[in-house]
């Protein structure tokens, strides 16, 4: 059963354009929902993370949009740099009970100049 | 450089084998993690513990186990090992239990053959 589902597979934007990936999930007792960024050759890290008691977070071109009633969220990275070439995950996690961090399945993003 | 150190960073060997896998925490984190890493399944929660206690078991198969020693590092050790089992496995660590930023490693790439 996979609990965060991701969108796209693979996402090819223009230099300066907008980077739009989607994650919804199923378990409403996830509280926790973290974006992680992952270069080859190296392990995920932490972009940026948003609680759902609020329903956009921005961290310079990185943006988190939060739809609590859809159970869907997304990141956007504004003026996309070929820098952030890399495969990005959605991920959520509870507070409560077992339910450790579970990732989404990935989207592999090139920047093309 | 997330703090987190895996060894080895590569690792090949032959089905029916036993590997150990092994993480050093940042300083200061109590939780280590361990993920699987694959092209078709994404990154699997394996296993969390805490201060040396298991404290979340995901995916893990029987043919698996980890420990944490006292010193806060951790090993993971796979048996009876398959084709299937080639994978890279990531260690994360971080300071709480739940819903805070985990730190990955590197990774170790395991090549059953």
């Known amino acids: 059963q996979q609990q965060v589902k991701q969108s796209p597979q693979s996402l090819i934007v223009q230099k300066g354009g907008i980077s739009i990936i989607n994650c919804a999930y199923e378990?409403?007792?996830?509280?926790?929902f973290p974006w992680y960024q992952q270069f080859p050759g190296k392990g995920p890290a932490l972009l940026i993370a948003?609680?759902?008691?609020?329903s956009e977070k921005k961290e310079g071109r990185f943006t988190i949009s939060f739809n609590k009633s859809a159970k869907q969220f997304s990141l956007h990275i504004m003026d996309s740099q070929p820098g952030d070439s890399a495969t990005y995950f959605c991920?959520?996690?509870?507070?409560?009970?077992?339910?450790?961090?579970?990732f989404g399945t990935g989207t592999r993003l090139t920047i093309i100049p | 450089d997330s703090g987190v150190t895996q060894t080895p960073k590569h690792l090949i060997t032959a089905t029916g084998q036993r590997v150990t896998l092994r993480c050093s925490p940042r300083?200061?984190?109590?939780?280590v993690y361990w993920y699987q890493q694959s092209l078709d399944q994404g990154l699997q929660f394996l296993i969390q513990?805490?201060?040396?206690?298991?404290?979340a078991k995901g995916n893990i198969l029987e043919r698996f186990s980890a420990q944490q020693f006292p010193d806060l590092h951790s090993e993971l050790n796979l048996s009876s090992l398959e084709l299937g089992d080639s994978a890279l496995y990531f260690c994360?660590?971080?300071?709480?239990?739940?819903?805070?930023?985990?730190?990955f490693g590197n990774g170790t790439r395991l090549t059953v053959t």
């Open positions: 513990y805490y201060n040396g206690e298991e404290r």
């Open positions: 994360a660590s971080s300071v709480e239990v739940t819903n805070s930023p985990l730190h």
């Open positions: 948003i609680r759902p008691d609020v």
């Open positions: 300083s200061g984190d109590l939780s």
């Open positions: 378990n409403t007792a996830f509280d926790y």
């Open positions: 991920a959520a996690e509870s507070n409560f009970g077992n339910e450790k961090l579970t």
